[in-house]
């Protein structure tokens, strides 16, 4: 079976070659006809499991087509040749390939058709390259959000946020997820952008920026329904204990079902979360204790200062 098809491949490449054969009578080459017959030789070779062979079928179709001026059959071929890459376990090579096909969709005005190959690309390269996945998504997300289908702009974020968080990016996780949140805030998905509020609000705890995460449960009050929401109630909860340092009550909220069936790499991250200086509760001084001259004032200043930053 094996051997049959393998003589089927090569007998449809002798056929391309001859149109693409000119002579005294024919003098442009028939791209056309040869596209087809390389199709056919690649689909031969695939049967057989003959992928390296299916790959350069794949790669001549792609180039008779860009010689006839078809760029989205030509993008196809350079897609299929990338996938047969995949079966070959040359994941970075076949990614390449499907990058390069999802740019020829969008010369020829193809849009959506570009975002499913990079996504797809994302997919197959996610295990293995989870920085290159990102950069995947992220392109995939402004394919969708320059075409205004934000639902399908905002999943391909979500996927982004979830891998920085993985790789422990947590800088950029933070950009990515308030990206998502403004979305789904500009898409009036007034829940879920409560939820990723907690998101960032764990993100930036693992960034040791209290201020950040403070400042975000800050500004989302202006969510309509978020003042008042058992999320709300949870995070001013979490920052308070935080802030005394008192692991107990941050352990207690990010391990309530709010927090602990949200995506897994955010659960994770509330039940890695260690308050500053080891967990020890603040003690309150039973009377204020006097302080020299001028340093109560200066006192205050520096503590202040020192929360003065922050990124959200």
């Not at 791209?31 to 350069?56: H, I, P, W």
């Not at 989870?130 to 402004?142: F, G």
């Not at 308050?275 to 603040?282: E, R, S, Y």
């Amino acid at each position: 079976m094996a051997a049959q098809k393998i003589n089927e491949g090569l007998e449809h490449l002798a056929k391309a070659e001859k149109y693409l054969k000119t002579g005294f009578l024919k003098w442009k080459p028939d791209y056309d006809s040869a596209a087809s017959e390389y199709g056919k030789a690649a689909v031969a070779f695939k049967n057989a499991k003959q992928f390296e062979q299916a790959k350069d079928a794949c790669l001549k179709e792609a180039v008779a087509h860009e010689n006839n001026r078809a760029l989205f059959h030509a993008a196809k071929a350079y897609e299929q040749a990338g996938m047969m890459l995949k079966e070959m376990q040359k994941l970075p090579e076949a990614v390449q390939l499907i990058e390069k096909a999802s740019m020829m969709y969008l010369e020829n005005g193809t849009p959506d058709t570009a975002a499913m190959a990079l996504e797809r690309a994302g997919k197959l390269i996610e295990n293995v390259d989870p920085e290159k996945a990102v950069q995947l998504y992220q392109q995939t997300a402004n394919v969708f959000e320059n075409e205004e289908r934000l639902r399908q702009a905002v999943e391909l974020l979500g996927k982004a946020s979830r891998l920085l968080v993985r790789g422990r990016r947590f800088d950029e996780a933070a950009i990515s997820i308030q990206k998502e949140k403004n979305i789904y805030k500009e898409i009036e998905n007034y829940p879920t952008c409560y939820k990723k509020t907690i998101a960032q609000v764990l993100v930036h705890l693992h960034r040791n920026d209290y201020v950040a995460a403070e400042r975000c449960v800050r500004e989302s009050y202006s969510i309509p329904g978020f003042n008042g929401s058992e999320d709300c109630a949870a995070l001013e909860q979490l920052l308070e204990g935080y802030d005394q340092q008192d692991q107990d009550q941050v352990s207690e909220v990010c391990n309530s079902p709010l927090f602990k069936y949200m995506d897994n790499d955010y659960a994770k991250l509330g039940l890695s979360l260690v308050v500053p200086g080891g967990g020890i509760k603040k003690k309150s001084p039973a009377t204020p204790q006097a302080k020299p001259d001028g340093v109560s004032a200066a006192a205050a200043e520096e503590e202040e200062d020192e929360y003065s930053g922050g990124l959200c």
